[in-house]
Structures are given as C-alpha cells and as structure tokens.
C-alpha cells in the first residue's frame, strides 16, 4: 500500500475550530410553572473541535474512502443554575470503503457527558399531606428529556454494513445500535427529601439483519429487509421503586424500503413494515406480543445550487427513559437551508415529537403511565462569515408541549404537562 505525504497543510487534517456561544434558556427544567416556577439562566457554551481523515494518506483508490475520527468537547457553564453545568465529549467515527463489488461501512457516534450524578427533582416541596405539592411529576414526558442529556452518562450508537452489488441487485448485511447508560444517583422519590426527584435507568436497542435491494435505475432501488434484535430496559430495585416493571423486549421487523435517487435533485431512504414484539410478563401493556408499526425516512431535496429542504422522520415503539412502560415514539422534522451569498446562510427548521404511552396503564407508581404527549418546534439560524475563518451566528428555538390525551382525570393534573421553552443565542466560531 503506497503511502502519500502532501506538502503544505496536512491532507488529513478534517477539522480545527473553537467556538463560544452566549445563550439564554428561559425554562432550565422545561416544567409549567403550575407548580415549580420556571427558572431562567445565561448559558456560556465553549467548543473545541478536532477532525482527522487519514483515507487521503493512502494513495490505493477505492479501498479507503473514509477513515475518520471527529472529537468535539462542549463545556456549558449555567450563571443562574450552576447544577446544570456539563462538559459533552463526543467522538464519531467512520470507516468506509469499496473492494471490487463489496462496500463497507462502519459509523459510530460516542457521547460523554461529564454533567451531575443527580437527577433533577420535580416538586415545589417536600411536605406531606394537604400542604404538600409534587405535582410536577405530571409534568410532560419531553420536559424532563432536556435536563436528562445534561446529566452524567454514556450513549453510543453505530450502524455497521457490509453491501455486495450485481447488475440488478444487491444483499446488505446491516446492525445498529442505540444505548443509553445514565450514571445518575437512584433514590427512593416516596420520601423526602426525594419527593419528585426523577429516576433514569439504562436502556438500549441493538439489532441485526439483512437487506435484498432492486436496482430500478443506476442510483436508485427498492428494498426488502428483516430485522432481529432486542430492547432493553434497567429493573429498579425494591429499596428505590416499589413498582417492578419494566420493558424488555425481543422483536421481528419486516421492512419494505426505497433509496438512492429518483430525481437528480432529490436523495431519499426510508423504509416501513409490521413490527412483531414480545414483552416480557413485567411490562405494563395490554398485551404482550403485539405488532405495531415501525417507519423511518430521510431525504433531502436540492432545491436550487443554494436551497435545500431536509425532512427526517421516525416512528417506533420504544423503552422509557424513566424506567417503566414502552412507549410509541414519533419524531418529523423539517428544515431548510439558504446559503444567501458566499457570506451569509439561513436555516428554518421546525419539529414535531410525540410520546404516545396508550398501550397500557402502569398504576402500580405514583403517577400512573397513560399519556400522550407532544412537543412542536420551531427554529431559526443565521451565519455569517466576517472574515475567511470567522464566522458570526444567530440561533433561536421555542417549543410548545402539549397534554393531548382527552379526558385525563383532574387528580392527574393535565395543566403540569404544557410547557413553553424558548433559547436564544449568539456564537463565534474560528476555524483554522
């Protein structure tokens, strides 16, 4: 394998750049302000970026065409919350290549996240009886997301895939994973001063399978795919929850699937089929094995030379993150990009998720699991470039939760689930 050394500036250098950002969260928790007032707080961001590429040093072709390792370190320091500060690590990686009719790849994205061991604690008080008010553990599912992926914790997700093409089609061997494991403290919330504290255990999703693609046109195929793989969900204990369900899961899906491109504008993948699930006999769901519906889409459409339109989309029957019932989890969004001049970028982007728990009723906890909630988005980003290797930006993102289960007793306190959210920012970022 001959060995290229470029003169100048190294030809692996991918990456270089530091950046700081000043922003303003106007609800740190995302809560109501039913119960807990909502607090605010400026948010000093400093980002260091390091990216290598080393499939430009081998000088053999195909072979390698990727080969690349991206570390990025955010420290985020809270002026009016200091327990929300964190440092997020993170390290992607990609591996990719052809030999003669065999493709490779291997992605994986790794996330550090040097934050609290303590979770955050939804109460007003810590009373008991009449004078008592807790009531923020209704709060919306996607209220305590925000403050979970600052806390101290591992994620990792790959996807890994092997593809061998004929003239017409093509066999792909793939396996992704997604893994969540929070290394926050575990208490009894049933007593104070643990009232309204929030538990997240581990949680991961890992699968295997095999795609059959047909070749329609040069750059463009139908795909048939099956997949096998396994949820998995942490079991609290006795001495921290009473209620011992949890949601592991095997599972079988049969996906039906187009990518590639069917314009010369326009570049999509996305795929849908039946998704047959077997819970184990502790999960709180009307029944065990059940089959739902499972769909994932990405494209991405070339406006003009300066426009694109981004839509990504995913529905799928998930683990909760706080440790109990499975969940449907929807997630759409949109954005678009404007590269106005060689100087100046717009972006618009809007975002829908909803967190549908009606498969069951856990009644076993202290707030019991049926719920169906949404949270909308909207967003804004301007870039600009003030000299070659400095560029100005202007972000700013609200979001809206929403109870949109009808009929929700009183007792349950439906108002705690909306919430407003909405942060502002302004960054500078060098790039060597």
């Known amino acids: 394998m001959a060995i290229a050394f470029p003169s100048g500036k190294p030809a692996w250098l991918a990456d270089l750049s530091i950046s700081d950002k000043e922003s303003y969260d106007d609800n740190v928790l995302v809560v109501s302000g039913q119960g807990m007032p909502e607090q605010s707080s400026w948010v000093n961001t400093a980002s260091f970026k390091f990216g290598i590429d080393l499939a430009p040093v081998f000088a053999d072709g195909d072979s390698i065409q990727s080969f690349s390792f991206v570390y990025q370190a955010d420290g985020a320091v809270y002026a009016q919350d200091s327990a929300e500060d964190y440092t997020a690590n993170r390290f ?57 992926e600052r806390r101290n914790q591992y994620q990792d ?14 066999f792909r061997p793939i396996s992704n994973l997604t893994y969540y494991n929070l290394n926050t403290y575990l208490f009894n919330t049933s007593v104070a001063p643990y009232k309204g504290y929030q538990d997240w255990p581990d949680r991961w999703d890992i699968n295997g399978g095999l795609d059959l693609g047909f070749k329609v046109a040069q750059d463009f195929a139908f795909t048939l795919g099956w997949r096998d793989g396994y949820q998995h969900q942490d079991q ?23 990518e590639g491109k069917p314009a010369h504008w326009l570049n999509v993948k996305a795929a ?74 717009f972006d618009l982007g809007a975002k829908y998720q909803e967190a549908n728990f009606k498969l069951g009723d856990d009644l076993a906890g202290s707030a019991p699991s049926l719920r169906d909630d949404t949270d909308c988005q909207g967003s804004i980003g301007i870039n600009y470039a003030l000299a070659p290797h400095l560029v100005a930006s202007f972000t700013y993102a609200y979001d809206k939760g929403l109870n949109i289960l009808n009929g929700l007793a009183a007792t349950y306190y439906p108002a705690y689930r909306d919430f407003e959210h909405g942060v502002v920012g302004t960054s500078l970022q060098f790039k060597f």
């Open 272 to 345: 849908a089929g039946p998704d047959f699930r077997d819970y184990n006999p502790q999960t709180s769901i009307s029944d065990l094995r059940t089959t739902r519906y499972y769909g994932e889409a990405l494209a991405t459409a070339a406006l003009s030379k300066n426009q694109s339109l981004t839509l990504t989309y995913k529905q799928w029957l998930f683990v909760s993150s706080t440790g109990l019932a499975p969940y449907y989890d929807t997630l759409g969004s949109l954005v678009y990009h404007w590269s106005a001049t060689r100087q100046l970028s």
């Open 92 to 148: 992607n990686d990609l591996f990719k290549g052809k030999v003669g009719n065999f493709s490779y790849s291997l992605d994986n994205s790794f996330l550090y996240d040097d934050g609290s061991k303590l979770g955050a604690t939804y109460a007003l008080n810590q009373l008991s009886g009449a004078a008592a008010n807790q009531n923020d553990k209704y709060r919306n599912f996607f209220s305590q997301a925000v403050p979970r």
């Open 157 to 170: 997700r790959y996807t890994a895939q092997v593809r061998y093409d004929t003239a017409d089609i093509f």
């Open 236 to 258: 609290f204990s006795l001495g921290i929850n009473s209620d011992q369900h949890f949601s592991s899961n095997h599972y079988q899906r049969v996906l039906l699937g187009l």
